[in-house]
């Protein structure tokens, strides 16, 4: 009996040996360098479709801007509607693009979910690509040249009035800030105008060609909805940043005398825990104490700077004060930390919007995106702690987003 058992025995123990084998090989393939670059690779190839979806949601958008005139300022519904559905995927590719830098699964399971993200955007951007063709189809047969040329020429005088007359704004900042300070709002002010004069030469090229059926009069429209697009993002950066400027001018030195009592509560706290923390607070408020004295004295020429300076010694002295401090003064801490924290997120953001319209990096896009939800979610927060955890999320990720797009511009090929 044994004589016949034994052979099914090796062949079914040899087949189980090797199974083992294939597994153990197969799991240390994959987490051979080769299959995390490989991984990594997906990863980044999933974030290049997603730009190329966010560019092509910013087409569908100029498209739809140009096609007010035709349909009575009533979006197109059939590119609308595909704009949406992109729009959605878009959104939730960023954050799960996010949370797979952020906290980067196993090798297979960072390959899949990369796969299929790339797959769902490309599909969605291929989608995009077929209303956008069949809607420039008919338009061409259908636009209303003067109709259209009209309404950009209204478009073009409103922003242009909206702008205010050259040199103006940057003089008041150069009476009153530093360099530094002012070019948050005098750079996009110049961009602004750049792109008005591309809107104004692509109009007059189709004015000209409106009487020739022949000539790609819709091109040239095209052209000039982008350039007053592109100059009125950058009109808002710069209203933004000309208004935070002014209100962080009112707003240092209140700041700093908020920050000042808090390190006035720190070496107060010093009597109430153990020697070893009393040491460690001490030498926290040591340094907070320094650095605002360092910051104090600029507060007049770069008021943004300041505030952003004293919002993270804010930071430091929380880390610092940690589990010392009681809920009512934690709270208390956060109501004082909250203003600044956002005016510094705020700051940030548009800073960081205009060094991503620059470039092309994925990663800086997720991280300005993430920074916008950040503060939204300060913003609409009931309590004040999480506002606050909230807001200093946002400086994180925009101050990434800013620094990826200058590192993708520097190596761009």
């Not at 290049?48 to 498209?63: F, K, N, P, T, Y």
């Not at 050259?166 to 110049?190: C, I, M, S, W, Y």
């Amino acid at each position: 009996m044994w004589e016949a058992i034994y052979p099914s025995l090796i062949i079914f123990g040899g087949t189980a040996v090797a199974i083992a084998a294939i597994t153990w090989i197969v799991r240390r393939v994959r987490r051979r360098p080769s299959a995390q670059l490989a991984a990594e690779n997906a990863r980044e190839s999933a974030g290049g479709a997603l730009v190329r979806l966010d560019d092509a949601i910013s087409e569908a958008d100029i498209e739809l801007g140009l096609a007010g005139a035709v349909y009575g300022g009533k979006e197109p519904a059939a590119l609308a509607r595909a704009r949406l559905r992109a729009v959605q995927v878009r959104d939730d590719g960023f954050a799960r693009h996010r949370a797979l830098a952020d906290a980067p699964p196993a090798v297979p399971v960072l390959r899949q979910r990369s796969d299929r993200l790339r797959v769902e955007a490309d599909r969605a951007a291929a989608e995009l690509e077929e209303a956008r063709g069949q809607h420039a189809a008919w338009l061409r047969r259908n636009a209303d040249a003067p109709r259209q040329i009209a309404a950009l020429r209204r478009r073009i005088a409103e922003v242009t009035d909206q702008l205010g007359t050259p040199g103006v704004r940057e003089q008041e900042l150069a009476d009153r800030f530093a360099d530094d300070e002012a070019k948050n709002t005098t750079e996009p002010l110049r961009t602004a105008r750049e792109r008005l004069d591309v809107a104004h030469q692509a109009l007059a090229a189709a004015e000209k060609m409106r009487s020739d059926p022949t000539q790609p009069i819709l091109e040239r429209l095209t052209d000039a909805e982008r350039a007053l697009r592109e100059a009125e993002r950058a009109m808002q950066s710069a209203d933004q940043a000309y208004e935070q400027t002014r209100a962080a001018a009112i707003a240092a030195p209140a700041e700093i005398a908020s920050v000042r009592a808090d390190i006035r509560r720190v070496v107060a706290l010093q009597r109430e825990v153990p020697p070893v923390a009393a040491a460690r607070l001490g030498e926290a408020a040591e340094k907070a104490s320094a650095a605002v004295d360092a910051l104090e004295p600029r507060a007049s020429a770069e008021p943004s700077a300041v505030i952003a300076g004293i919002t993270r010694v804010r930071d430091r002295l929380d880390l610092a004060v940690g589990d010392a401090r009681t809920a009512r003064a934690r709270l208390d801490g956060a109501k004082n930390a909250l203003p600044g924290t956002l005016a510094t997120a705020r700051m940030l953001i548009g800073r960081a919007e205009q060094s991503v319209a620059a470039g092309n990096s994925s990663e800086a896009r997720i991280r300005l995106a993430s920074a916008r939800d950040e503060l939204a979610r300060a913003r609409n927060a009931d309590d004040v702690v999480a506002a606050l955890d909230a807001a200093r999320r946002a400086v994180r990720h925009a101050e990434d987003a800013d620094a990826l797009a200058q590192f993708g511009r520097a190596h761009q090929f």
